[in-house]
């Protein structure tokens, strides 16, 4: 018996794919001479269906399970030229089997920026970076249209051609969207979910189905993106005023609470009021383009005072508050006071901004 007598008779009795590369699309089942034995067992595992074909014309799929091959549960196979013998003698077949599960964490992006027009910024270049997920979901139209003949077909070998289609459409698909710049990041679920709807069409005439689409990045330009953080920072300074309000009150309510904690509470308070007089001072010297300002500076004031009033700390009251504190009797000349530019308590008759609270008219003269 000649060697190619001997291999004929060696025939395989199990038909099988085992599958440990991670990216295989379909695998073409391998032997000799493409001849498969009568009773041979086809055993399909889940995640996979065979598909039979006999020179190129689809005879069978088999999806997840184990199989007899015999004329009775191949009905197709039995009407075919060429399998003249009933299964009685080997048949010839090609068998491609096809992985049903889901190729994940496959890229796509942009070739080249997006013009997107925005009522803000204009006319705005923009890039798009993702992942997307596919299966295959007809394994007939996908070994026919895509794998042809083709022992070993990858997600790597149609990758490229998905990515273009992916990267393409989503030119059409962000400004058709409607959305503003400055939301695109936050908008990335809609993006993905209005580029799948775009594409699945391309996607099904492939034999794939495209189950998600995810954009993870939107790339602006340099430009764009400096103006942004410009306009958030000017945001911050509109609200400066009420910061550090706050900040102030926060460090009374502090001193109040602890008596020992005066010093610190006045640095606190002597910041919040440096921080509100230069924000006040930046926003006066804004200019016309004439030259002149657009709003007169602050009327000199002698600022606010804390007042120690049977032994708690009031304040801080401005000038108009203190000189019903003295008309009321509840203030004199050595009543202790503080301010931002002390450094301890001092009484009031020190201070030059108050002398004029306890200045006593001479009396009326008498008429004679």
């Given amino acids: ?53 006999n020179e190129g014309i689809l005879a069978d799929v088999f999806k997840p399970g184990t199989y007899t091959l015999e004329t009775a549960n191949l009905p197709v196979l039995a009407t075919l ?16 089997f096809c992985s049903t599960r889901q190729f994940t964490n496959l890229k796509w992006g942009t070739f080249g920026p997006c013009t997107m027009r925005d ?48 990267g393409t459409r989503i030119k059409e698909v962000m400004p058709e969207a409607g959305i503003m710049i400055l939301d695109l990041e936050s908008k990335v679920i809609q993006l993905g979910e209005a580029l799948k709807d775009k594409i699945v069409p391309a996607f099904v005439k492939l034999g794939l189905d495209l189950i998600e689409v995810l954009v993870q990045d939107i790339g602006l330009p340099e430009e764009v993106e400096k103006a942004i ?3 958030g920072a000017m945001r911050i300074i509109g609200n400066m ?36 007089g230069q924000v006040a001072s930046s926003l006066a010297g804004i200019t016309t383009q004439t030259g002149v300002t657009s709003t ?3 009327l000199p004031s002698p600022g606010l005072f804390y007042v120690a009033i049977d032994g ?31 450094i301890n308590w001092e009484e009031a008759i020190r201070q030059d901004d108050l002398k004029v609270l306890f200045e006593i008219p001479p009396p009326l003269p008498s008429r004679l």
């Fill in 229 to 231: 953080d410009k306009a």
């Fill in 296 to 298: 007169p500076p602050p």
């Fill in 81 to 96: 030229q060429g399998w003249k013998y009933g299964f009685e003698s080997p048949f010839k077949a090609e068998i491609y």
């Fill in 241 to 276: 005023q009420s910061y550090t309000s706050y900040e102030t009150a926060s460090a009374i309510r502090d001193a109040a609470n602890n008596p020992g904690g005066l010093a610190a509470a006045g640095a606190g308070v002597g910041l919040g009021l440096s921080m509100a």
């Fill in 312 to 342: 708690q700390q009031s304040g801080p009251h401005t000038f108009a508050v203190l000189q019903q504190l003295v008309e009321s009797g509840r203030m004199t000349g050595e009543t202790l006071v503080w301010k931002q530019s002390l």
């Fill in 119 to 166: 009522p803000e910024f204009g006319a705005v270049r923009v890039t798009a970076f993702g992942l997307y997920s596919i299966k295959i979901k007809d394994p007939v139209l996908f070994i026919r249209e895509i794998v042809g003949t083709d022992g070993t077909f990858t997600a790597g070998s149609i990758e490229d051609n998905l990515r273009g289609k992916i």
């Fill in 1 to 53: 018996m000649g060697l190619i007598d001997k291999m004929k008779g060696e025939l395989l009795d199990i038909i099988q794919w085992l599958d440990d590369s991670g990216d295989t699309l379909v695998k073409r089942f391998e032997r000799y001479n493409n001849e498969i034995k009568h009773h041979a067992s086809l055993i399909v595992r889940e995640g996979q269906v065979a598909v039979f074909l």
